[in-house]
């Protein structure tokens, strides 16, 4: 399990209040990684998981799940198995919350 850094692509605004459409890529490295997006989210209704880079049979599946501001991944082989090979691999991280700095 790491802590991710996840990359800012894209903010949009997804409601006439303060709720905002994130789009981050952060690299996984193990099972369990974890998405601290507390610099920009007060918190998060909705956060889904993309592999966006080195899909192979060691790395088919990925599941986000939200808790405050942190988003665990879970990576799966094609067999459901827990995830072994990262190599070239990319997450891309489309998330709806409170914008921090509204």
């Known amino acids: 399990?790491?802590?991710?850094?996840?990359?800012?692509?894209?903010s949009l605004d997804a409601s006439a209040g303060n709720k905002k459409l994130k789009?981050?890529?952060?690299?996984?490295?193990a099972n369990g990684d974890t998405v601290?997006?507390?610099?920009?989210f007060s918190s998060i209704d909705s956060a889904i998981a993309v592999?966006?880079?080195g899909?192979?049979?060691a790395l088919t599946?990925?599941?986000?799940?939200?808790?405050t501001t942190t988003v665990t991944?879970?990576?799966?082989?094609?067999?459901?198995?827990a995830a072994t090979d990262w190599t070239g691999a990319e997450v891309t991280l489309l998330v709806i919350g409170e914008d921090v700095d509204i």
Do not use: N
């Open 1 to 10: 399990m790491a802590a991710l850094t996840a990359t800012l692509v894209v």
């Open 23 to 29: 789009i981050f890529t952060a690299t996984p490295q």
């Open 36 to 40: 601290a997006l507390a610099t920009w």
């Open 51 to 53: 592999i966006s880079g």
């Open 55 to 57: 899909l192979d049979a």
């Open 61 to 67: 599946f990925i599941q986000g799940v939200v808790s």
């Open 73 to 81: 991944l879970t990576e799966l082989e094609q067999d459901g198995t």
